[in-house]
């Protein structure tokens, strides 16, 4: 089994700048990508960056150039970095992985959620 553990979101003016953080932990061999999603209210839950386990990553046009996805490998930690925020990025960010918890058990988890709000 394997937990994610989110934390770093908040309040913030636009301009701002926040650093979500995600942790996994428990029965974990190895991990393959993670990712970040955000759901705003009444919209579909959408891809905002995700990284390879060898640091390719993808972001979604809306953040490219704002936002920067990295990862420590040995605290199976995969951070967020957002800059210059608009009010348009409120929403509850999600981690994702894709995780090996045996060379042959692969399967994706869920963080439970951290709320981002970017208003004045």
């Known amino acids: 089994q394997v937990q994610l553990v989110e934390s770093g979101g908040g309040l913030v003016q636009p301009g701002g700048s926040l650093r979500l953080s995600c942790t996994a932990s428990?029965?974990?061999?190895?991990?393959?990508?993670m990712g970040w999603y955000r759901q705003a209210p009444g919209k579909q839950r959408e891809l905002v960056a995700t990284?390879?386990?060898?640091?390719?990553?993808v972001y979604a046009d809306s953040v490219k150039g704002r936002f920067t996805i990295s990862r420590d490998n040995a605290k199976n930690t995969v951070y967020l970095q957002m800059n210059s925020l608009k009010p348009e990025d409120t929403a509850v960010y999600r981690c994702?992985?894709?995780?090996?918890?045996?060379?042959?058990?692969?399967?994706?988890?869920w963080g439970q959620g951290t709320q981002v709000t970017v208003s004045s």
């Open positions: 994702n992985t894709d995780i090996q918890t045996t060379a042959t058990v692969r399967g994706v988890s």
């Open positions: 428990g029965r974990i061999f190895s991990i393959n990508a």
């Open positions: 990284i390879t386990s060898g640091g390719s990553t």
